[in-house]
């Protein structure tokens, strides 16, 4: 982050030099547990309106749990983690409202940006505008002004940004809405401390330019106190919230005191009690999977914010499940399937030289038959579900463990609307086309074969014969197309499920993110099975 401009070396208004504007936050009988670790115990805190305020405590003590309790990121059943008590946010004219209205979201600098890569770096701030409370007509031009003056470049992709660019990038979309409250999550964490005090710049002057009630979760008091208007502690030993005078920022290491143990050394966990835990995870994930079932139509209604984005999601995993590569992926594979049907099906009869002349005709339809009603579609939905789904699932992988869909959240976004209902268009739409695709090709393929071998019979001959027992009378749909594209469907759909399942469920590590791949292709590729299964035991008994 060397690239982060100090600011002027003139003497700056410090915003409680300043009439106060923004939020005041008010936290009464606070008490927060990580599992069986209590965090906080009955606090009490106030974070005045306008102010920067840095919360203080020793690693490990729940500072950034506090940070996301009071950004609404936290539920009761979050990762183990449980906090009662009541957060109000007031505002100037005396309204007050909760950490769930979800109408004012709090906006959060994360400590790794959560930047959203596959949008330009306007997009990222014109994505936060559209789903503002308050819309703003023109959200590209404001955006392109915010970053001026953050001095983004607007000429280049997201992820090529440098280390200090996507921080201002960062704030500028917290800011950017309005949100009269943002939170920092470890700004200077790993920094240098030239870097540091440069970052540290960067938050006040966009303190003094944009005046919002401003609470950095950090263990940097050296660099960061210099900006702040107060300090509170998250005290381990008494499980509360402190607020130290100014009089003792000087002695801050003192304040801060021992370190705590160990969650484990705190209070082990018996087999009992991590089976017990084991237990109420796979119920709760059940009855969540069993509700996503149920709810299925419903998910469905294209219910977004912003139309905009939610077409382009759509668009995107468009691309995800039957892009290019997936096309030709699903083509090639239709290519071999067509050619080995149809070669080894003349190859390998039995006393061919008597048996073919009798039985050209009927194997013809046998194999138009059997590719477009069942071969084809088992191949290409396995073929779906491994590569498709395994896409789908690491791309919202990597948003879970880059805290992409957190970010979401904190725009107003809602991440099931914003990226599930577009990833259930996807394989909804995509997995019939390729289907489609691979089939066609599978056909054509299938007809080149039989030439090569019966070139006097030619390609009407072909065409009359392997398309006999699909061609409907004053119909321009084949036979047995509604049970086709029902297997589709269901196929589409599941597939799509266990995707999203996977790659939301939590990811502390990269190798997190290839384990939900690994589960997607394993429980899509059974899911694709069983359902080609269970259609088989009703579809051709309806063939004729």
Not at 65 to 74: F, N, S
């Amino acid at each position: 982050m060397a690239d982060a401009k100090p600011t002027s070396k003139s003497r700056v208004v410090k915003p409680a030099e300043a009439a106060a504007t923004g939020t005041r936050i008010e936290i009464r009988n606070l008490t927060v547990r990580a599992g069986e670790r209590p965090l906080l115990a009955a606090a009490n805190c106030e974070f005045p309106a306008g102010e920067v305020v840095l919360l203080l405590g020793c690693s490990g003590v729940g500072k950034s749990v506090l940070l996301k309790i009071l950004a609404g990121l936290v539920d009761d059943a979050h990762a183990g983690i449980q906090h009662s008590g009541d957060i109000a946010f007031i505002a100037a004219d005396g309204n007050r409202r909760g950490v769930s209205d979800a109408s004012h979201p709090v906006a959060v600098v994360f400590q790794n940006f959560a930047l959203l890569d596959e949008l330009s770096p306007v997009q990222n701030v014109q994505i936060a505008l559209d789903h503002a409370q308050s819309r703003h007509r023109d959200a590209r031009s404001r955006a392109s002004e915010l970053l001026a003056v953050l001095q983004v470049p607007t000429d280049r992709a997201t992820a090529v940004l440098s280390g200090g660019q996507q921080q201002r990038l960062a704030i500028a979309r917290a800011i950017a809405p309005n949100s009269d409250i943002v939170l920092y999550d470890e700004p200077t964490s790993g920094l240098d401390a030239r870097t540091a005090q440069q970052v540290a710049d960067l938050i006040l002057e966009t303190q003094q330019r944009y005046r919002r009630t401003s609470i950095l979760v950090t263990h940097d008091y050296e660099t960061l106190s210099r900006i702040a208007d107060r300090i509170i502690l998250l005290d381990h030993t008494n499980l509360s919230l402190v607020e130290l005078p100014k009089a003792e920022w000087s002695h801050l290491p003192a304040a801060l005191g021992t370190p705590p143990r160990a969650a484990t050394d705190v209070i082990p966990h018996s087999k009992t009690s991590r089976l017990r835990q084991a237990s109420l995870t796979f119920l709760t994930r059940s009855g969540i999977l069993v509700e996503e079932v149920l709810l299925l139509p419903f998910s469905l209604l294209p219910l977004w914010r912003s139309w905009r984005w939610g077409l382009r999601y759509t668009l995107y995993y468009m691309r995800l499940v039957a892009g290019p590569s997936a096309c030709i992926y699903i083509a090639v594979a239709g290519m071999i399937l067509g050619y080995v049907a149809q070669d080894f099906v003349f190859r390998y009869l039995p006393f061919r030289q008597f048996t073919e002349p009798l039985l050209t005709e009927n194997l013809l339809n046998a194999t138009g038959f059997s590719l477009f009603r069942f071969l084809v579609p088992i191949l290409s939905t396995i073929l779906i579900a491994a590569r498709s789904g395994a896409a789908v699932s690491a791309d919202v992988g990597s948003k879970v463990y880059g805290n992409q869909l957190d970010a979401m959240k904190t725009i107003g976004m809602n991440p099931v609307r914003a990226l599930r209902t577009p990833i259930l268009y996807a394989f909804l739409l995509g997995t019939p086309f390729l289907a489609l695709l691979s089939y066609s090709v599978a056909a054509l393929t299938a007809a080149f074969a039989f030439l090569i071998s019966h070139q006097n019979l030619g390609i009407a001959f072909w065409d009359a014969h392997f398309h006999k027992e699909l061609v409907q009378p004053a119909s321009i749909l084949y036979r047995g197309s509604a049970w086709l594209i029902a297997k589709l469907v269901f196929c589409g759909l599941g597939v799509a499920m266990i995707s999203w399942r996977c790659g939301v469920a939590p990811k502390l590590s990269g190798a997190e993110i290839s384990q939900g791949v690994t589960r997607t292709i394993l429980w899509a590729t059974l899911f694709v099975l069983f359902v080609h299964f269970v259609f088989s035991l009703f579809e051709f008994r309806a063939v004729v």
